[in-house]
């Protein structure tokens, strides 16, 4: 059974810190790219970052760039998101997600499995 948790969200004033983990099971973790999006209320789901399991190879949305570091622990079957410097803005459900292949994009419609979510919550 493929199983994808997330864990690490929480309440933070702005300029603070989390740090998220997504725990897989279940597939074959280096034939996976594992994912990071995010939700906020009343809005579409974005994609966040993303890192192929297999080379380390990332990806980043301009909006997390310089303040968010996705890494990977092949080992642990586990990947991170280190978030700086947060932001009101960056107030969502963060989910993990991941596609077969090796290619950094997070186009949600090509991640086949999510985990449940974990609320992060930036104060101002």
């Known amino acids: 059974e493929v199983q994808l948790v997330e864990s690490g969200g929480g309440l933070v004033q702005a300029g603070g810190s989390l740090r998220l983990s997504c725990a897989a099971s279940g597939f074959t973790f280096d034939d996976y790219t594992i994912g990071w999006f995010r939700q906020a209320p009343g809005k579409e789901r974005e994609g966040v970052s993303c890192i192929s399991s297999s080379d380390g190879r990332t990806y980043y949305a301009d909006s997390v760039k310089g303040r968010f570091t996705i890494s990977s622990d092949n080992a642990k079957n586990t990947v991170y998101l280190q978030m700086n410097n947060l932001k009101p803005e960056d107030t969502a459900v963060y989910y993990c997600?991941?596609?077969?292949?090796?290619?950094?994009?997070?186009?949600?419609?090509?991640?086949?499995?999510w985990g449940q979510g974990t609320q992060v919550t930036v104060s101002s």
């Open positions: 997600a991941a596609r077969l292949g090796i290619a950094v994009q997070v186009l949600t419609y090509e991640y086949s499995y």
